[in-house]
């Protein structure tokens, strides 16, 4: 069974740096497709950076410079590096994978940037 449980989230000021870290099980780690998508209250799910199976990434125009997606297969675990955090950063920080078809969700995780 795919499992994705999401850490790291906290409450920072601007400026700071945050990582978030996703554990994959059930599935070959690496072999497929991921994501990170932030949600805030009263909004549907926002994308925010993709990493491939060949390590390829994407990212949204807001994170663009200031995020790092990456993964260590044999940890099982990918990472979403977040520098310069704003305040518009704020929300639930949610961990996707694509698996043979099915789209799989973790549980989120909190981040909240103010002074």
């Known amino acids: 069974q795919v499992q994705l449980v999401e850490s790291g989230g906290g409450s920072v000021q601007p400026g700071d740096s945050l990582t978030l870290s996703c554990v994959g099980s059930?599935?070959?780690?690496?072999?497929?497709?991921m994501f990170w998508y932030r949600q805030v209250p009263g909004k549907g799910r926002e994308f925010v950076a993709e990493i491939t199976s060949l390590d390829g990434t994407r990212y949204a125009d807001s994170v663009n410079g200031r995020f790092v997606i990456s993964r260590d297969i044999d940890r099982k675990t990918m990472f979403l590096q977040m520098n310069n955090l704003k305040p518009d950063d704020t929300a639930v920080y949610y961990c996707r994978a694509n698996v043979d078809m099915q789209t799989y969700w973790g549980e989120g995780t909190q981040v909240t940037v103010s002074e």
């Open positions: 059930g599935f070959r780690f690496g072999h497929y497709i």
